[in-house]
């Protein structure tokens, strides 16, 4: 791997991530809403509150609306105290909202686009129940506090597990070379204990005790004479 590059494991993960969330998603979090509309300025209905999930093009009014996007796919951006909502039942149609705290204002169910500031911001693990994120105080059954504190401790759940799944890989791959190398080791030290059998010689093919031929008897040539006295 090149210095500097990201890991191959982080480029999936990425994509991963991408495929997930809708492309829309982040764009419209990043979204100035509630300002007014530069195509319909002298219009009184020229407040931008609207998104078209389809164009992904910025905030846009109710007559942009009814020119450009008739067929396309809108959600209407409420305000609660300065900040930005939207109904739970208009967002959950187009992308899950499991894990995310909802208010009721107005006697409708809401959802936050963007954790709020807080004046006293808790510490992790100060609250039993918190967002995973920015640590808002939340019900028992939520881990996020808005949209956006789910994308970001989503990621991080995934960065984690990923970063746990490749420290196993590794862990792994050094256990089994150790292993291997030891089995190497013990091998060599066995062979080095029991050499190999020499060939056989001409000598290891007799069967039995070698004797030794006798020669030819030979008789004294006196044997055969008589002295007289």
Request: charged content about 25%; aromatic content about 8%.
């Amino acid at each position: 791997m090149i210095m500097g590059e990201e890991p191959k494991w982080e480029k999936e993960m990425k994509r991963e991530e991408e495929k997930r969330w809708p492309p829309w998603l982040k764009p419209l979090l990043a979204t100035k809403f509630f300002v007014q509309c530069k195509a319909h300025i002298d219009s009184h209905k020229s407040e931008c509150n609207m998104y078209c999930l389809d164009c992904i093009n910025g905030a846009l009014c109710s007559l942009c609306l009814s020119h450009d996007h008739q067929d396309h796919r809108t959600i209407q951006i409420r305000r609660s105290s300065y900040h930005d909502v939207i109904r739970a039942g208009e967002i959950q149609k187009v992308l899950d909202i499991s894990r995310v705290q909802t208010y009721v204002i107005n006697s409708a169910r809401v959802v936050f686009l963007n954790p709020r500031p807080q004046t006293r911001p808790h510490k992790a693990g100060a609250l039993s129940h918190c967002c995973l994120v920015c640590f808002r105080s939340l019900l028992d059954s939520f881990h996020f506090c808005s949209l956006a504190c789910k994308i970001a401790g989503t990621s991080s759940e995934d960065h984690y597990n990923e970063k746990g799944k490749k420290e196993k890989r590794d862990a792994s791959e050094s256990d089994s070379y150790a292993s291997s190398s030891q089995e190497s080791g013990r091998s060599t030290v066995v062979e080095s204990f029991n050499p190999s059998t020499p060939p056989p010689t001409a000598v290891s093919y007799q069967t039995g005790p070698t004797k030794r031929r006798k020669g030819v008897p030979h008789r004294s040539p006196f044997g055969g004479l008589l002295l007289e006295v």
